[in-house]
C-alpha cells in the first residue's frame, strides 16, 4: 500500500463554492501530480511538481490551482467550483531524477458539484 | 497527435485462462511503457515498467511484451483468477517535450469468471 493520502475522499458542493482537496505523501518524493480521471476515460494530468516551489501546468487546461510548501504536502484547489469541475482528482508521487519512474497513486477524490 | 488506444470492450475469461491486453500507440516514440491496475473508485497501482530496448519482462504472473516496429505493447496474466478483474492502463513516456510524465491510456476491463 502506498503513503499518499487524499482528503476528502468524497465531496458534494455547491456550484461557487471555494475548496481544497489535500494530497500528502510520506515517501519523501520530490515529484508530485494531479490528475482528473472521468468514468472509464483517460487520467489527464492538470498540475504537477517537481520539488518544493515548483509547479507546473498539465495538460488539461485547468481553472484549478496548486501549491508546493512542503515536500510532503500538494493541495490542489478551486477558487469557484463549477458542475464543469464534477470529475474524479487523483493525486500521485514519484521519485525524483530524470528518467522512468513507477507513479505511487492516492485513492483519489470524487468531486461533486451541484 | 500523439494517440494511445486500448481496447474499450471488455474482456471476458474464465478462471484459469491467461488474460492478454493490448495497447497500441501512433504519432510516438517512447522510451518506456508501463502498465497499471486500477480498481473502481481507486487510484491506480504500478504493476510493470518496460523500456525500449526489452523485448518482454515478466513479473510473477503477469508477462509484458514491447515491439517498438509494431508500435504495440501486450500484457499477459497467466492462470488468471477472479481476484485479477480490474481495469488495466497503459501508460508511454516520455510526453511531448521531454517530460518523464507518463500518458495514460483509458484502460481495459478485465473481467476474469470462476
Known amino acids: 500500500e502506498a503513503d499518499i493520502y487524499q482528503t476528502p475522499r468524497y465531496l458534494v458542493i455547491g456550484t461557487g463554492k471555494k475548496i481544497t482537496l489535500e494530497c500528502s505523501q510520506t515517501?519523501?518524493?520530490?515529484?508530485m501530480y494531479w490528475y482528473q480521471q472521468d468514468p472509464g476515460m483517460e487520467l489527464h494530468l492538470i498540475h504537477y511538481s517537481y520539488g518544493v516551489n515548483s509547479t507546473e501546468k498539465g495538460d488539461l487546461s485547468s481553472e484549478s490551482t496548486v501549491s508546493r510548501i512542503r515536500t510532503e504536502h500538494f493541495p490542489l484547489t478551486l477558487e469557484s467550483a463549477r458542475p464543469s469541475h464534477t470529475s474524479q482528482y487523483l493525486c500521485a508521487s514519484s521519485e525524483g531524477g530524470t528518467g522512468a519512474y513507477e507513479q505511487y497513486f492516492g485513492p483519489g477524490t470524487r468531486l461533486t458539484v451541484t | 497527435s500523439q494517440k494511445i488506444e486500448q481496447n474499450s470492450e471488455a474482456l471476458n475469461i474464465q478462471e484459469g485462462k491467461t488474460a492478454t491486453l493490448t495497447c497500441n500507440y501512433t504519432n510516438y516514440s517512447p522510451a518506456y511503457l508501463q502498465w497499471y491496475r486500477q480498481d473502481p473508485g481507486r487510484g491506480p497501482v504500478f504493476l510493470l515498467l518496460i523500456r525500449e530496448n526489452e523485448k518482454e519482462k515478466r513479473k510473477e504472473r503477469l508477462k509484458v511484451t514491447f515491439d517498438t516496429t509494431l508500435k504495440q505493447s501486450l500484457f499477459h496474466i497467466t492462470a488468471s483468477q477472479p481476484a485479477d478483474s480490474a481495469t488495466y492502463l497503459c501508460a508511454l513516456g516520455p510526453a511531448s517535450g521531454g517530460s518523464y510524465i507518463p500518458t495514460f491510456g483509458r484502460g481495459t476491463s478485465l473481467i476474469v469468471h470462476p
Open positions: 515517501m519523501g518524493h520530490d515529484k
